[in-house]
């Protein structure tokens, strides 16, 4: 079992690792490998202590290499549900199992807002997850909304299995040609339930058998039963404590201001606060 | 009068002053020019993010160049009373007085202890201004605390007006070869009030008719009448926010871990709520 398990590769889940591997302490962390896009495409920062005007693709650049030169490695698998069974947390990435003693999410905005109806009709109609979930629309008309390049390979799955795929991208230059998906324009706006799954946008509403959403990360209060939110961020305190013993907040997820030297500090206290929650389970 | 007045030049105070120029705020930065000494005898730090394995001495002069890139100025004068006029805030170095519509305080955690007794008399028999309380002690013999070079003009003043001058100082090399100035060993233990001044170190007591204690920045405690305190940190709250409408506190003066990444962290955080604060006291 680990120490603890870090959910997020921005700036916050990067400071959150550095000082975890400082500390001694074993950990996975999951993510995206090339870290945070958002960050990759920053312009240019001006306020980051030590760094002058360094572009978002300089800073992404300096903190691989950093996790690089500490052998620091990143579990890039999209963290579907965090557990608390009660002496640890178990995590799961779609069917894969893992366990820490502890918890920092480091999740960031992106995951924060799910469609309207999203997480209600999550496992009645709406999945996370295709590799686990494909084979129940064998030979249906789905429904994909994608937000980011790196899980095209999950449509290409279900290309294979379901009768039609009409697809939402929030992104350019979305990759897959094939005659049973079809690119719509448009912005998900609810999804409803009746006698089937209906995606509604701004102009049309679309009938589906089911509705696959597929994204980085997943909105923490989707990924950790129980958790406390307010004002669609997670609650913490000083010491980026949650309402939940073992599990820790840090970055964007936590709220305002959205920067990133805010971020990195908050990951610094989540990680000092964990490694003194290790004491205080210690037989 | 200035948007803010930040207090201090240590990790935190430089995040706090890039972002409020960032923000485009008038402020007024109080501190040592040459930044935070403990900061620059840091042998190796190993998890501050995107600077790998940098020395304390390269952080500060990152932090120096940066801040010339931005054209940020220092004020190098040590703080010795923030006052709240209600309306704004009052900050006097020494005979100098500064109006500020708010006040960050990023002093350190050097100096959070007082020498007992220290504060309690201050104001009688205690001084923390050679050039302010000098003559109050002419022809007489005095005692000075010193911890930092920089103050040893002070001494130079006084030993022009005082009998004798009795010495303790907490760095190496000092530097004052005068006839009336004599240099102690032992460290100041305690300031007790009988008919005379009296310091007391583990293994003497010594008295005299004033004291002077000349150090970088002052007890938070002493500096901002009101100013909560708890444990010898400043409470705020996760927008560092003190008790006092208008005064905010980040880096090691508000607790632990003290860790230059959750200081910088802190300082943005600081500076986004004085700008948020700024808004509402807007005519």
Request: hydrophobic share 40%; with cysteine; charged share 20%.
């Amino acid at each position: 079992m680990f120490d603890a398990a870090i959910i997020g590769t921005g700036p916050a889940g990067v400071s959150a690792a550095l000082t975890l591997k400082q500390l001694n302490k074993s950990f996975i962390w999951f993510g995206d490998e090339n870290l945070s896009l958002k960050v990759k495409k920053a312009e240019k920062i001006t306020n980051y202590p030590g760094l002058i005007n360094i572009t978002g693709n300089d800073l992404v650049d300096a903190f691989k290499k950093q996790i690089n030169s500490m052998g620091i490695e990143i579990t890039p698998k999209v963290v579907t549900g965090v557990y608390d069974l009660s002496t640890h947390y178990g995590i799961l990435c779609n069917q894969d199992m893992y366990e820490a003693k502890a918890i920092i999410l480091a999740t960031g905005v992106e995951a924060l807002k799910p469609i309207k109806g999203e997480v209600e009709y999550l496992g009645r109609g709406v999945s996370y997850c295709a590799t686990c979930d494909g084979m129940l629309y064998k030979g249906k008309d789905i429904i994909v909304v994608i937000t980011s390049k790196a899980h095209e390979h999950e449509i290409e799955f279900l290309s294979e299995i379901c009768n039609s795929i009409k697809v939402f991208a929030s992104y350019k230059d979305f990759g897959i040609n094939k005659p049973n998906v079809e690119l719509l324009s448009g912005f998900p706006q609810e999804i409803i339930k009746e006698d089937m799954m209906k995606l509604k946008t701004r102009t049309e509403e679309i009938n589906a058998a089911g509705i696959f959403v597929l994204k980085d990360s997943v909105s923490p209060a989707v990924l950790v039963p129980g958790l406390e939110i307010e004002n669609s961020h997670v609650v913490v305190d000083r010491a980026c404590k949650t309402n939940l013993r073992g599990c820790f907040a840090c970055g964007d997820v936590t709220g305002r201001p959205y920067q990133y030297t805010k971020a990195v500090g908050e990951g610094n206290i989540a990680a000092h606060s964990l490694v003194a929650y290790l004491q205080t389970i210690k037989e």
